[in-house]
């Protein structure tokens, strides 16, 4: 694998850009080398400047679960651009996607359509705080909700306490209005409630956690979240940015049977563009503006080539059998991966919700994020690495999922598998 005009392109690219590129982890300083940088991409496959090829399973970290240029994308996408790219002004095709989004979610009565997956996180918590006359967040260790202020904490020294910023320029005074617990905790989202009694707007949760690996939802832990926000009065608020329309039509909601307040939705809706929503109950909803009195706009809200692109995108998925499919590749790839990493002698726990999966270097579960943190990081560098020398394209960190789409087909998933086992057996001695 060469890779001289991607490393000498990372050169220049910091000379202009901080750290070289525009989103934190594509400067691949997780797995300590450089990135590749991506030409072009079709179908199961991207392609690097420097003309190698890759299996690709990061799927622009979600979005391409039809794959890579399908050709109804790019019809969509053409003939919505010669008709205009962008008006400021309503169209028909934002309310055919609300009507799809809401056909899918039986949580969903309506929707506003955004940019971006921080974009509608940030919308729903400023809803959830004037719904509900509350100022207190409750977000889970290791679920990544966007780099809004409010949600770019750590948890504090104790159990269900208000939260310290992550990040430099986030005030302390904001950080302190959310209270970080872990995940897969009943017991810790109980307490919340406890030691702020009248004072929690909502919980904000990934239904299946999949910013820190995939780590899917215990046996009644969604149920639990849910009653204890009937309870309190308080929202609860999905995150479905990455699940939503990826784990099943009508997302982890459906997957698990829990309806939540208020639902944010991204990646897959976009087919690829930059289009995001949140969506929930009229009552709840009707109270952004301008029929109601919490503020929120956007000059690109509802783009029509992104509508285009999320239209068609969802007309593919509703209309085929594309989670059956997408189940029995994922459940193809997990298998051979598990069984790769047991020939080769190497302590690895999968976890996999739909077509969704994460490979953890532990031989322990993973049910939160101190459980991903104690896996052997040094270990994933180096499988990443190999990997990536044997063609197949993996997120360039330990705390982030794989996606498998439609295009990936079963001689693709068969080369990964390969390349897994010798992979497996660099990550258990670096001299092997």
Not at 352 to 361: N, P, Q, W
């Amino acid at each position: 694998m060469r890779n001289d005009k991607s490393a000498r392109s990372f050169t220049r690219a910091s000379r202009y850009l901080p750290g070289g590129v525009n989103s934190p982890v594509r400067a691949f300083g997780g797995v300590g080398i450089g990135p590749v940088f991506i030409e072009s991409a079709c179908g199961s496959k991207i392609h690097d400047i420097d003309g190698n090829e890759y299996i690709d399973y990061v799927g622009s970290w979600g979005p391409m679960i039809l794959g890579h240029a399908h050709p109804g994308i790019i019809k969509a996408v053409e003939a919505a651009a010669k008709r205009g790219t962008s008006f400021g002004a309503p169209t028909l095709a934002e309310t055919a996607l609300a009507e799809k989004i809401i056909s899918a979610f039986d949580s969903i009565e309506k929707v506003r359509l955004v940019s971006s997956g921080t974009e509608a996180v940030m919308t729903a918590i400023r809803l959830a705080r004037a719904y509900t006359k509350r100022d207190f967040i409750v977000k889970m260790a290791g679920c990544y909700h966007g780099h809004s202020d409010s949600l770019l904490v750590a948890a504090g020294s104790g159990l269900a306490e208000t939260a310290v910023t992550s990040s430099t320029g986030v005030p302390d005074s904001i950080a302190k209005l959310t209270i970080v617990i872990p995940y897969n905790d009943a017991d810790a989202a109980k307490l919340a409630f406890e030691k702020h009694k009248g004072k929690v707007a909502a919980i904000l949760v990934e239904p299946i956690a999949a910013n820190m690996g995939v780590v899917p939802p215990a046996d009644g832990y969604l149920a639990t979240l849910r009653k204890l926000c009937n309870q309190n009065d308080a929202l609860l608020v999905f995150d479905e940015v990455i699940t939503g329309f990826r784990v099943a039509l009508g997302g982890a909601q459906q997957l698990y049977g829990i309806k939540a307040d208020i639902t944010c939705l991204g990646k897959i809706i976009g087919g690829g563009l930059p289009l995001a929503a949140l969506g929930g109950r009229a009552e709840i909803m009707d109270m952004l503006a301008p029929t109601g009195p919490v503020y929120q706009a956007g000059t690109l809200s509802g783009n029509p080539i992104a509508t285009a692109a999320a239209n068609a995108t969802l007309d593919i998925l509703i209309k085929e059998d594309c989670y059956n499919k997408l189940e029995h590749s994922a459940a193809l790839l997990e298998t051979g991966l598990a069984d790769a990493a047991r020939q080769a002698g190497i302590a690895v726990t999968i976890n996999r919700v739909g077509s969704l999966l994460s490979c953890f270097f532990t031989e322990t579960e993973v049910q939160n994020f101190a459980d991903v943190q104690s896996s052997n990081i040094k270990q994933f560098k180096r499988f990443f690495t190999e990997m990536l020398k044997q063609g197949i394209y993996l997120a360039p960190s330990a705390y982030e999922a794989m996606f498998v789409s439609l295009a990936h087909t079963k001689q693709d998933i068969e080369k990964t598998i390969k390349a897994a086992q010798k992979s497996f057996r660099k990550a258990k001695s670096p001299s092997a």
